[in-house]
């Protein structure tokens, strides 16, 4: 039951950690038939020559884990290799589509240390590989990064990636280097104990100085490339975001959003759902002059401002959470990036000179 309330961070992290039993699956990783001329040698030690990117820390657990096997029996890792051996690596996982290849991706690290990581992601880096992103991303930026470390597999899903910004949105991220730190971040998160601040402009004046915003989100089924807020509470996940008035900008507002939640999407959603779409948001509509006047002045400005940020103006500015190993209290600021930061100058100038009406 509690699994339907948990974050999809952690349901994926549910599904991965299964424990291997007569019921569970196995899937093959890896298949090699020893040669005939292969003297006797550790499985462990033969695994390490031949597997891409695996170290011979993890090929050891694996075989402590019954996961290495020769001829279809499970081995430890001091099993020798004997000729016509066939030696397999099964996982209680399947091999992923497309593996993560490491890829020498500038990285802005924020700190770092032998748990975790945090990282201020620009804005247009696709987070984690997917449908007709297979390269390029951040998970691969952080494969480049942590290739020296032995334990550290981009490919397992027991690290990495503790929660997700979208690809247009900048801001910070935590990584976690090792299972403990990951499972121990995400229980942070699924308790909403995280600290996550965001700055965005919306399109239109927000009336109220502050407010909440309560309301199940899931696929829009009418564009199904869209989020949206549901009607029926039944139906999609609850969905939490506080919201504070920062300037009013004439037909835009700059407001700091707070989530106690983190579901896809969320702030764009949930700042639609109030009427108040982001600034530049193409899939949500705010690539669109909604707000201001008909004439040319401003309508030449306001694409302008499109230009200088040509993407949903939102960052994720602020992180905060305790050390899963020291337990220490992190917290972490990014500054606007470059593009928001001129924009929101562009609205201070129009709101000081009003002949653009």
């Not at 927000?206 to 009418?222: C, L, M, S, Y």
């Not at 869209?226 to 969905?239: I, N, R």
Request: aromatic share 8%.
């Amino acid at each position: 039951m509690i699994e339907e309330e948990l974050p999809d961070e952690l349901k994926n992290d549910l599904d991965d950690i299964e424990p291997v039993g007569d019921e569970s699956q196995l899937y093959e990783h890896f298949r090699v038939v020893v040669d005939k001329g292969q003297a006797m040698v550790r499985v462990d030690k033969y695994l390490f020559e031949r597997i891409v990117n695996a170290s011979r820390n993890r090929i050891q657990k694996a075989a402590e884990d019954g996961f290495v096997m020769a001829n279809g029996k499970p081995v430890k890792s001091s099993y020798k290799v004997k000729p016509l051996d066939v030696i397999t690596v099964m996982m209680d996982r399947p091999r992923y589509e497309n593996e993560i290849i490491p890829e020498n991706i500038p990285l802005t690290i924020v700190y770092e240390d032998p748990y975790l990581m945090v990282v201020n992601k620009p804005a247009g880096l696709v987070v984690h590989p997917g449908h007709g992103n297979y390269h390029g991303t951040l998970v691969n930026a952080l494969a480049w990064h942590m290739k020296d470390i032995p334990d550290y597999d981009a490919n397992d899903p027991h690290v990495g990636l503790v929660h997700r910004i979208d690809k247009d949105t900048s801001g910070l991220l935590v990584i976690a280097k090792t299972p403990d730190a990951k499972t121990n971040l995400g229980i942070q998160f699924f308790n909403k104990t995280t600290k996550r601040k965001y700055r965005a402009l919306v399109w239109g004046v927000v009336e109220q100085d502050e407010g909440t915003i309560v309301g199940n989100i899931a696929r829009n089924p009418r564009d199904r490339m869209q989020m949206a807020v549901m009607s029926d509470p039944t139906v999609g996940k609850h969905a939490v975001t506080h919201y504070r008035v920062l300037e009013r900008l004439g037909y835009v507002t700059l407001v700091e959003c707070i989530l106690e939640t983190g579901r896809t999407h969320q702030i764009r959603v949930h700042m639609k759902h109030i009427g108040h779409v982001l600034f530049n948001d193409e899939r949500y509509g705010g690539h669109e002059i909604l707000k201001g006047t008909h004439f040319s002045k401003y309508k030449q400005f306001v694409n302008n401002c499109f230009d200088t940020c040509p993407r949903q103006a939102l960052h994720a500015m602020t992180l905060g959470f305790v050390h899963p190993v020291t337990g220490e209290e992190m917290y972490f600021t990014s500054e606007l990036p470059d593009d928001m930061s001129r924009l929101i100058e562009k609205w201070r100038g129009y709101i000081s000179n009003r002949e653009l009406e």
